[in-house]
């Protein structure tokens, strides 16, 4: 598993996936005369730039999700809800065109996709959920829906 992916199996809201072939030599479905059967993979160009650190805390209103994109344009990230409750950040960071004549010394920027996915609880508000850039930092809001509070009758003691 890659230094870089971070994955925590006891996360309830994780929903990275580990994939116990990643790394070997077969699996890939590249060669068709392969002794060994095609794995259905999790994209490790996913996790090339899974960095994408993402912090979510609860207030009294709302989800928020921010996430540290530098570098990156409102229109190179998605987000996007699926199946109803699974928040979905993705986006990507294009490698920067080598020049013939550069020499590099060091590449330490991470380039390629990332996708992150959330589930979100049940009181989440996903037809109103807001989303804004600044800096570098994307900030998702999920409005939460009221806790409804129980209703109260009185009643008359007789007697």
């Known amino acids: ?59 009294p209103e709302a989800h928020v999700f921010q996430a540290d994109v530098p570098g990156l344009k409102k229109e190179e990230v998605k987000v996007e809800v699926e199946d109803g409750n699974i928040l979905q950040i993705s986006g990507e960071r294009n490698k920067e065109q080598e020049e013939k004549t550069d020499t590099w010394h060091r590449v330490e920027r ?22 804004a850039m600044e800096n570098g ?3 998702v809001t999920v409005p939460k829906e009221e806790a409804m509070k129980p209703e109260v009758k009185s009643i008359q003691i007789s007697g």
């Open 1 to 59: 598993m890659s230094l870089i992916r971070r994955s925590n199996v006891f996360d309830p809201f994780s929903l990275d996936l580990w994939d116990p072939f990643e790394g070997f030599p077969f699996g890939s479905g590249s060669s068709n005369n392969s002794l060994f059967p095609s794995f259905p993979r999790t994209s490790s160009e996913t996790a090339a730039f899974a960095g994408a650190r993402i912090d979510w805390k609860e207030t």
């Open 110 to 131: 991470s380039s390629g996709r990332f996708m992150r996915r959330f589930r979100l609880p049940e009181n989440a508000k996903t037809e109103q959920i807001r989303a």
């Open 137 to 139: 930092v994307l900030t």
